[in-house]
């Protein structure tokens, strides 16, 4: 692959990560489980235009 290719697939994964991580910890905020508490997760990924669906499932433990 090319290094362009490359280089925007990092930069949007690096978006993905920190943004999810932003807006999972917002939710756990806003939730007000307790201690330890274990969300189920689950990540979809589709793009326009190509017939991709990846899911990605985990547990997350609340702070």
Known sequence: MSEE???SMRKF????GVTSQ????EALRDAGGSPGQKYHARMVLTIEGME????????????
């Open 5 to 7: 290719f490359n280089m």
């Open 13 to 16: 994964l690096k978006q993905v």
């Open 22 to 25: 932003q807006a999972i910890e």
């Open 52 to 63: 991709l669906e990846h899911v990605v499932t985990g547990d997350i433990t609340g702070p």
